[in-house]
Every structure is written in structure tokens, then in C-alpha cells.
């Protein structure tokens, strides 16, 4: 697996892997707009540092980085999807342990954040897999999607 910027013409095979609401909101938390989003839409990523994965020239995966608000030496993951039909083969860990080793070496990062929603078992044991770990808030984040209350938990990899 290997990592490349994104381009605006990955955005089609992206969005195809969110084929339901709740696909989507588990992925974007809405923060992209309302289910479906057009790729101009999803155009915003452009805005972040953007990466696709890829195996044998075949996308495979996506996520974006970002400095949180006031943060000097922290990077935050977002957005981290797999192709649906390419999940259980290891390729998230794979995919985001070459954005820590990003993140790290290149962005000078001394810790890597995210969150990740509590109903979204399989994405938060992937995190837990590439080493991130449960911070433990005062105040969970709380979003209100598809009529539910979804909460939100944060985790943290700090530099080994």
C-alpha cells in the first residue's frame, strides 16, 4: 500500500463506498453536508491535506489531516474510510499507520488525534489496532444523526 495526495478525481470511487445514510454519517459525521454529497462537494477535502491509499494502482482508501484549532504540535485524522469490499484485510491499520509514520516524520507531530462515533465498533477496534488509544473526556461529544444521539469518543497516538 502506498499513499499519494488526493486529487479531485478520486472523489466519485470515494463517495461510492458510502451508499447509505448511516455509512455516511458514520464517516463524515455531516460535517461534509447531507447525505448524498456531490463530488463538488466533497471538493472541501481539498481545503486539508488529503491522502489516498492505493494498492496495485487500485484506490483503496482515504483520510485526511489537519491541525485542531490552537494546536502547535498535533495533527488530527478525519474522514478514514476503506472500500467496503477490501475491509477485514488489515488495509485501515495498514493505510493509517502510513499516516502516523506521516504525521510524525513529516508533519512534526508529537500526537495524532481523531474521533470516532461509539456505535462504529469495527472503525474504533481498527484505531485501537494502529495503537490510538481512549482519551478520557469530561464531556463526550454528542451528535444528533438519523433521529439517534450519537456520541462521539476521542482517542490520541502520541509519538513512540
Known amino acids: 500500500m502506498e499513499l499519494r495526495p488526493y486529487k479531485s478525481n478520486d472523489a466519485e470511487t470515494i463517495l461510492s463506498w458510502c451508499d447509505n445514510e448511516k455509512a455516511f454519517y458514520e464517516w463524515s459525521a455531516g460535517i461534509l453536508g447531507n447525505y448524498p454529497i456531490s463530488a463538488k462537494q466533497f471538493g472541501f477535502v481539498e481545503s486539508l491535506k488529503a491522502f489516498t491509499a492505493y494498492e496495485d494502482n487500485e484506490i483503496v482508501g482515504f483520510f485526511t489531516l489537519r491541525k485542531p484549532?490552537?494546536?502547535?504540535?498535533?495533527?488530527?485524522?478525519?474522514?478514514?474510510?476503506?472500500?467496503?469490499?477490501?475491509?477485514?484485510?488489515?488495509?485501515?491499520?495498514?493505510?493509517?499507520?502510513?499516516?502516523?509514520?506521516?504525521?510524525?516524520?513529516t508533519g512534526k507531530a508529537s500526537k495524532v488525534s481523531l474521533g470516532v462515533f461509539e456505535n462504529n465498533i469495527s472503525a474504533?477496534?481498527?484505531?485501537?489496532?494502529?495503537?490510538?488509544?481512549?482519551?478520557?473526556?469530561?464531556?463526550?461529544?454528542?451528535?444528533?444523526?438519523?433521529?439517534?444521539?450519537?456520541?462521539?469518543?476521542?482517542?490520541?497516538?502520541p509519538k513512540s
Open 124 to 157: 474504533y477496534n481498527c484505531y485501537r489496532s494502529a495503537g490510538f488509544e481512549d482519551i478520557k473526556a469530561e464531556e463526550i461529544e454528542t451528535y444528533e444523526i438519523l433521529g439517534e444521539k450519537w456520541r462521539c469518543k476521542e482517542m490520541i497516538k
Open 69 to 105: 484549532d490552537g494546536a502547535i504540535d498535533e495533527l488530527r485524522i478525519g474522514c478514514v474510510i476503506i472500500d467496503p469490499k477490501k475491509r477485514r484485510m488489515g488495509l485501515g491499520k495498514k493505510m493509517l499507520n502510513l499516516g502516523l509514520d506521516y504525521a510524525f516524520n
